[in-house]
């Protein structure tokens, strides 16, 4: 039995095929069914009216013609309320017809909808709803989309009105009761097209109002029936640095008591060239405090765009040349690490992924999801930009990290189930420790359960699921390696999918280190599992490296220029530091207070 319904009248319009995808994207099975005319009048099938309803949508037009219809509108309209738990009234506009349709919904509570001028206007975010608001709960923020917000208005709007998303004063987001019925008002005209192909980055405000109050909605109504992410997580990743006490600002010591004051983790995006040059003590720190600091791959040399080259044999050799300088930094220094790559400068190829992919690694993280490489017209779609991670090329998982900003980007990275994956270098301790604290602080009152775990942790657990049955639960995996969990009292069926590009050499699907049964259908792995109450799983995929190698070794000039590239790179970070220093004792450095 669908979960959702969209009720369409005369009709299935764009704008409830487009709702239609969003419910689909969000794990949720949905119906459209279209009333059906008779006569002069307008009759639905009788089963509609002849079954419960846990979530029911219909657009404004679409109540619109139902209300104009004959033969007893207001009627049905009640009689389908007794049969709906949450209904969802959207595209609203601005006009004399949709006003009439709120004003009788709503049995007056609310008597028009205006439109906004054009100009800056914020949205806020109501701090009284948090189950229904979540992550999102009190922020404010902008600009609006003034040619498709409104908002609903009264001579004096009724507490029994709850405003959800408010602008300028007056709800555009908006919920009652109705009996039985909680029924929620979107004053926003359209409905986000996930297929969409983007041009650009994707600005979480010019989708706001498309995406996420209808998603709110489905969220609320139908729980975990959607996919939503068991534990959020979240991992700070910082770029470049040696293992030395002291690297231009940073200092690992008083990192390490900044991650335990504020109950965060770091992860330093290593670079592998320098896998000879770690400090004995600050290799210490690390052994010791695991859960608090851990490396991830940065590169192999961290030379200029070196993963945006298309050649897959040098791909194919950078790549086993920074694992295999990992794990010799392992071997000497007992130091883990996680098979994740960070790619230097934000570049990379599409055919990198795949050179990574065959290489064993987990995952791959950068600030773009768009490589270097991409053909014109091979934009990524707005839902590839919603996901949990871009699989599009090869198959392979690259998942977005962000630089500290405006909170709203992170909380529409966990409303959709992203790791929340944060970006600095060593120029952000310039003025100690204090900043990163208060951002961390902030990131930790979007979500109260937000666990902070190095990378490779953090990945492994970047998997979402939905209940399907009392003992079945659908899961869909992004990593190589991931750990699932079963927080429940009894034994749980897994029902996993995961995207495989129809080239990968996929070789071995293990579970728990053993051998497991799988398919690939129609680009999806597929297999099952039985997970014991309070207990937790490993799935591992393994691939063959079926690419082009050789053994040449980089020439006697190329290793000169990288060795002067770094230590040029080092002497330049640490001369702005102590640059920094020397201005500061002479008066004429900044005067924001060091932590």
């Not at 400090?279 to 695991?290: E, G, I, Y």
């Not at 839902?383 to 699989?391: K, N, P, R, Y």
């Amino acid at each position: 039995m669908s979960r959702a319904t969209i009720l369409c009248c005369p009709q299935i319009t764009p704008l409830d095929a487009r709702l239609a995808r969003l419910t689909e994207f969000l794990g949720i099975e949905c119906s459209l069914q279209t009333l059906r005319g008779q006569g002069a009048g307008l009759a639905p099938d009788s089963a509609l009216l002849g079954r419960d309803h846990q979530c029911l949508m219909v657009s404004a037009a679409a109540l619109g013609s139902l209300t104009e219809s004959e033969g007893a509108p207001g009627q049905f309209l009640q009689r389908l309320l007794d049969r709906t738990k949450y209904l969802l009234v959207y595209g609203f506009r601005p006009d004399a017809s949709d006003a009439s349709i709120v004003r009788q919904l709503s049995q007056g509570l609310v008597e028009s909808l205006i439109g906004l001028p054009r100009g800056y206007h914020e949205y806020t975010i109501s701090s009284d709803w948090r189950p229904l608001t979540k992550e999102f709960t009190g922020l404010v923020f902008g600009p609006i989309q003034s040619g498709i917000d409104s908002v609903f208005s009264g001579p004096s709007l009724s507490p029994a009105l709850r405003p959800i998303i408010s602008i300028a004063g007056s709800p555009s987001f908006a919920a009652f009761t109705r009996g039985g019925c909680t029924i929620f008002i979107l004053g926003t005209s359209d409905i986000a097209d996930v297929d969409m192909r983007l041009k650009d980055q994707l600005r979480v405000v010019d989708w706001f109002s498309r995406v996420i109050p209808a998603a709110m909605f489905l969220r609320h109504a139908l729980g975990r029936h959607r996919w939503h992410r068991p534990q959020p997580s979240a991992s700070f990743i910082i770029d470049d640095l040696l293992l030395k006490e002291t690297y231009g600002f940073l200092n690992y010591r008083q990192l390490l008591r900044a991650t335990s004051d504020q109950s965060f983790a770091a992860t330093i995006a290593f670079i592998p060239y320098n896998f000879r040059r770690s400090q004995a003590s600050v290799v210490d720190l690390f052994r010791s405090h695991p859960n608090r600091l851990s490396l991830c791959i940065h590169g192999c040399d961290h030379t200029g765009g070196e993963f945006a080259t298309t050649n897959l044999l040098a791909l194919n050799a950078m790549a086993r040349l920074a694992d295999d300088r990992m794990r010799a930094h392992e071997k000497t220094t007992a130091l883990p690490y996680g098979k994740i790559m960070v790619f230097p400068q934000g570049r990379f190829s599409a055919a990198s992924l795949k050179a990574l992919q065959s290489n064993g690694y987990m995952a791959a993280v950068n600030t773009s999801p768009i490589p270097e490489d991409s053909a014109p017209g091979d934009d990524l779609t707005l839902g590839e930009w919603l996901d949990v991670a871009v699989t599009r090329y090869h198959g392979f998982p690259l998942f977005v990290r962000r630089y500290p900003g405006e909170l709203v980007n992170f909380a529409f990275d966990l409303f959709f189930g992203k790791t929340l994956l944060i970006v600095e270098h060593h120029t952000a301790f310039k003025h100690g420790y204090r900043d990163i604290a208060a951002f961390v602080a902030a990131l930790n009152s979007l979500n109260p359960h937000l666990r902070w775990a190095g990378l490779r942790e953090a990945l492994s657990h970047s998997y979402l699921q939905r209940d399907l049955s009392n003992d079945t639960v659908g899961v869909r995996l992004w990593t190589s390696y991931t750990v699932l969990s079963n927080a429940g009292t009894s034994p749980k069926k897994y029902l996993i999918q995961k995207v495989e590009s129809a080239e990968a050499s996929l070789r071995q699907v293990l579970v728990d280190g053993c051998p497991a049964d799988y398919v690939l259908d129609n680009g999806l792995l597929r297999m099952a599992i039985e997970i014991q109450p309070l207990a937790a799983r490993v799935v591992e995929i393994r691939y063959a490296n079926n690419l082009p190698s050789d053994n040449k070794g980089i020439g006697l000039r190329t290793t000169l220029g990288i060795h002067a590239r770094r230590r040029l790179s080092e002497f330049r970070d640490d001369f702005l530091c102590w640059q920094h220093r020397l201005q500061t004792l002479a008066g004429l450095g900044d005067e924001r207070r060091s932590s």
